[in-house]
């Protein structure tokens, strides 16, 4: 691992902590938006904490590293379209756009693409 995906997985895995553990209130507003159920919001958050969670990990076992940095770039994908289908201004998009980039470039450095 290098030193840009060891601080990328720790940025991913603070903003994810971050936004489903001190923000929750703002999540069950977007989801609401949405019209997406508790239970999928919840099924997501406890994916997103998991798998950030393996990011963390990942800095000690890199093995770790490539499935939730994926899952992650999917679940952000999945937020993209979301946002685009609610018509939501472009500074919404930002965090989740900004994440995706990140678990892109994690796992292309724990593929050895970079």
């Not at 923000?23 to 507003?29: E, P, Q």
């Not at 994916?47 to 490539?66: D, F, M, N, Q």
């Not at 994690?106 to 693409?113: E, H, R």
Request: hydrophobic share 60%; with cysteine.
């Amino acid at each position: 691992m290098t030193n840009y995906s060891i601080i990328a997985q720790i940025i991913v895995a603070l903003s994810i902590g971050y936004v489903w553990i001190f923000r929750f209130d703002n999540i069950v507003k977007e989801f609401k938006q949405y019209g997406l159920s508790d239970l999928t919001r919840n099924i997501v958050g406890a994916a997103k904490i998991a798998l950030s969670t393996l990011l963390v990990a990942g800095i000690w076992y890199p093995s770790l590293v490539l499935v939730p940095a994926l899952a992650i770039a999917l679940l952000m994908v999945s937020a993209q379209y979301f946002h685009f289908k609610a018509s939501n201004p472009w500074q919404k998009h930002i965090p989740s756009l900004f994440l995706l980039i990140l678990c892109l470039s994690i796992a292309a450095i724990s593929l050895q693409f970079v």
